[in-house]
Nanobody, 125 residues
Framework: QVQLVESGGSSVQAGESLTLSCTAH????????MAWFRQAPGKDREAVAS????????WYADSVKGRFNISLDSAKYTVTLQMSSLTPEDTGGYFC??????????????????WGQGTQVTVSS
């Protein structure tokens, strides 16, 4: 059974940086996407960044472009999200997700059947 385990959530001040990591266990695909989603209080979950295992291509939400960087260690099935210049609007639960075998870069939630439990990021002004 596939299990995604996140780590790295914390409370930080605005302007600071934070790195989240997620490792997929019992996950053996070669062609796949891993992504980060977030959900702020009272809001719908939204895609933040996604990366494709085959070519490392990535996608970012407009709100995080230039501030967040997603990377993948495909040998370890570990995806990392480096977040900088954090603002209170980045506060929320951050969830790691992974696809079944994939033939392209995906970031729409419906493509991701595997999810982690989430890690909380709180940014204070």
């Amino acid at each position: 059974q596939v299990q995604l385990v996140e780590s790295g959530g914390s409370s930080v001040q605005a302007g600071e940086s934070l790195t989240l990591s997620c490792t997929a266990h019992e996950y053996t695909y070669s062609w796949y996407d891993m992504a980060w989603f977030r959900q702020a209080p009272g809001k719908d979950r939204e895609a933040v960044a996604s990366i494709y295992s085959i070519d490392g291509s990535s996608w970012y939400a407009d709100s995080v472009k230039g501030r967040f960087n997603i990377s993948l260690d495909s040998a370890k099935y570990t995806v990392t999200l480096q977040m900088s210049s954090l603002t209170p609007e980045d506060t929320g639960g951050y969830f790691c997700a992974a696809t079944d075998p994939s033939w392209g870069l995906r970031w729409q939630e419906s493509w991701f059947p595997y999810w982690g439990q989430g890690t909380q990021v709180t940014v204070s002004s």
